[in-house]
Nanobody, 127 residues
Framework: QVQLVESGGGLVQAGGSLRLSCTYS????????MGWFRQAPGKERDFVSA????????DSTDSVKGRFTISRDNAKNTVYLQMSSLKPEDTAVYYC????????????????????WGQGTQVTVSS
């Protein structure tokens, strides 16, 4: 089975925090980078953050640097996105994705580089 399940979304006031989780179905994905993307209504799906297969290299889009932290725990088959100082413009559906090829040292940032996607979790930040 190929399965990715996001959780942790919800409604939060500006300045608050949320932690998103993405659990995956197979230990095989321990050798793949994992990414978080988000899509607001009427807009493109945009890169947020990504982590490589062993958790040693990460990348994030400029708008979330210093506020969001990505991490992974391969023993738990889980990748996390810790979000702090949330802003209304962070409101979107957040998607977890698995890289299309294993063992990449630097995690990719383009959605086209990812092969499998979760169902998404809604994050709404009120002002």
């Amino acid at each position: 089975q190929v399965q990715l399940v996001e959780s942790g979304g919800g409604l939060v006031q500006a300045g608050g925090s949320l932690r998103l989780s993405c659990t995956y179905s197979s230990r095989a994905f321990d050798s793949f980078a994992m990414g978080w993307f988000r899509q607001a209504p009427g807009k493109e799906r945009d890169f947020v953050s990504a982590v490589n297969y062993n958790g040693q290299n990460t990348d994030s889009t400029d708008s979330v640097k210093g506020r969001f932290t990505i991490s992974r725990d391969n023993a738990k088959n889980t990748v996390y996105l810790q979000m702090s100082s949330l802003k209304p413009e962070d409101t979107a559906v957040y998607y977890c994705a698995v890289d299309s090829q294993p063992w990449r040292t630097r995690p990719p940032t383009r959605s086209s580089e990812y092969g499998y996607w979760g169902q998404g979790t809604q994050v709404t930040v009120s002002s």
